[in-house]
């Protein structure tokens, strides 16, 4: 069973989920003002100073991405399982309840039905853009008619599941929206409506939880890095926090709206903060090298984050953190502690049997075991961190051919769509980079060669007959 999926058994086991409150019921004051969210200095960075250019293009052609979906989609099919996730078995009803932000799904696990839904909502859309393109334009005409996607009730008991499943969603649909804006069929009056909502939800939300224990106390980062006494929240320090940055830099840029790509730099700001002095991402390190399976997200969230920016002209791979690593060397710590997964164990203390899994226990198993367990494939995360690769790691090149692992043979394709958030870093990074082109050309090339060779080689034998 996967670390993902203990996790969230953890979590269900822990939060005695009440009755879901009528949208009446909800207390809508976590939404503040954008101008009073304090400036986090421990995070300054020149993030914080990045503009919006006029007329933005994350494409040169903007048909290499459907190129990429042309070329890859034939393996990919909603259906298929994905580790422990039968998808197959995901409800029916994932439409009407991501419209109306469903409060009666908490009983079900909401945020773990709605990360179920939007992946594979995402992967439909992969293999059938026209068809998948119509539920998300559903959901976002009812989310800008009727609002419904509050970030906390009044309910101190399903507070958690609500905000998460808030946060998650907001942030993901955003940044799908930003990538795929013009296949959205909208008129202009619609579209200016779901732009606005969107904006204004990720612009006035700051994250900061209203119930339970501390948590994401940024007035005091070093609690970051006391590894003895984890006291913060993961969900809303990690994993939500890069969702909701994602959404609002992509979005930003897409609708040339500076307030929001600026919140969602404050967001993108504060995570990498938080990177300690040894690359590691404390937020998804709270297991120790049972945390595998979460620091393997980081490298598509750094490639994506690396394409944004260097869309408007900023080299996010030499982009240095506040204790002096960079970027690149925030994936060289990764490369390097999937083989040592030890080096996390220092986050591992204050709940060595997390989730019923003993990480000393883990410790003594074999690498290939641990990988195993913990979804790890170097080969997958080479190609996320192709550029990376590219510019600082000649010698991981052998392992960023995944079009020799996307088929149902490897079903590698599964590792690439929608694994963290409802959009792929490779297809975006190869289109962004016209990648697909490069091997359209190449191949075209190779069989006008192959051409050419076969009648030079006809024409010999016709001259040595006669």
């Given at each position: 069973m996967s670390a993902y999926f203990l996790f969230i058994i953890f979590i269900t086991n822990l939060l005695t989920v009440a009755p879901a409150h009528a949208a009446t019921n909800f207390n809508t004051s976590s939404k503040e003002t954008y101008e009073d969210f304090p400036v986090h200095e421990f995070a300054k960075s020149p993030l914080r100073d990045l503009?919006?250019?006029?007329?933005?293009?994350?494409?040169?052609?903007?048909?290499?991405?459907?190129?990429?979906?042309?070329?890859?989609?034939?393996?990919?099919?909603?259906?298929?399982?994905?580790?422990?996730?039968?998808?197959?078995d995901y409800l029916e009803d994932c439409e009407r309840a991501l419209s109306e932000f469903d409060?009666?799904?908490?009983?079900?696990?909401?945020?773990?039905?709605?990360?179920?839904?939007?992946?594979?909502?995402?992967?439909?859309?992969?293999?059938?853009?026209?068809?998948?393109?119509?539920?998300?334009?559903?959901?976002?005409?009812?989310?800008?008619?009727?609002?419904?996607?509050?970030y906390r009730s009044t309910s101190k008991t399903d507070a958690d599941d609500q905000a998460y499943a808030a946060a998650m969603t907001l942030g993901d649909f955003a940044s799908f929206y930003a990538v795929y804006y013009e296949d959205f069929d909208f008129t202009s009056d619609q579209r200016n409506s779901v732009d606005d909502y969107l904006s204004d939800w990720l612009i006035n939300h700051n994250l900061k939880p209203e119930t339970g224990r501390g948590r994401c106390n940024l007035k005091k980062p070093e609690l970051f890095e006391r590894v003895n006494d984890f006291s913060f929240d993961t969900d809303y320090c990690g994993s939500n926090r890069w969702r909701v940055g994602l959404g609002a830099v992509y979005l930003g840029l897409r609708t040339g709206n500076q307030k929001l790509f600026t919140a969602g730099n404050r967001h993108i700001e504060i995570n990498l903060a938080t990177i300690d002095k040894d690359g590691i991402f404390p937020a998804w390190a709270k297991k120790g090298a049972l945390a595998l399976s979460y620091q393997r997200q980081l490298p598509e969230v750094l490639t994506l984050l690396a394409v944004a920016y260097e869309s408007i002209g900023y080299?996010?791979?030499?982009?240095?953190?506040?204790?002096?690593?960079?970027?690149?060397?925030?994936?060289?710590?990764?490369?390097?502690?999937?083989?040592?997964?030890?080096?996390?164990?220092?986050?591992?203390?204050?709940?060595?049997?997390?989730?019923?899994?003993?990480?000393?226990?883990?410790?003594?198993?074999?690498?290939?075991?641990?990988?195993?367990?913990?979804?790890?494939?170097?080969?997958?995360?080479?190609?996320?961190?192709?550029?990376?690769?590219?510019?600082?790691?000649?010698?991981?090149?052998?392992?960023?051919?995944?079009?020799?692992r996307w088929d149902q043979k490897f079903g590698t394709w599964k590792e690439h769509i929608a694994v963290f958030v409802s959009i792929s870093g490779i297809a975006i990074y190869e289109a962004a980079n016209q990648n697909v082109s490069k091997i359209i050309e190449n191949e075209t090339n190779k069989k006008i060669e192959t051409e050419r060779e076969r009648v030079r080689l006809e024409g010999e034998e016709n001259k040595a007959a006669e």
């Open positions: 503009e919006v250019p006029d007329n933005w293009q994350l494409f040169t052609d903007p048909l290499e991405l459907y190129r990429f979906h042309d070329r890859f989609k034939d393996p990919v099919h909603e259906k298929h399982a994905i580790d422990t996730w039968k998808m197959n409060l009666n799904w908490l009983k079900y696990d909401m945020p773990m039905r709605f990360i179920r839904c939007k992946t594979v909502m995402t992967q439909f859309h992969f293999r059938n853009r026209d068809a998948g393109i119509k539920v998300f334009e559903r959901i976002l005409l009812a989310w800008a008619e009727t609002k419904p996607v509050v080299d996010f791979y030499e982009h240095q953190l506040p204790h002096g690593k960079k970027i690149h060397q925030v994936y060289e710590a990764l490369f390097d502690f999937i083989y040592h997964p030890e080096k996390l164990n220092k986050y591992a203390f204050a709940f060595p049997n997390f989730a019923g899994e003993d990480v000393h226990a883990f410790d003594k198993l074999p690498l290939s075991e641990k990988w195993d367990r913990e979804m790890i494939v170097p080969e997958v995360l080479a190609t996320q961190s192709k550029g990376y690769v590219l510019r600082y790691r000649p010698d991981l090149l052998e392992k960023i051919d995944y079009a020799k």
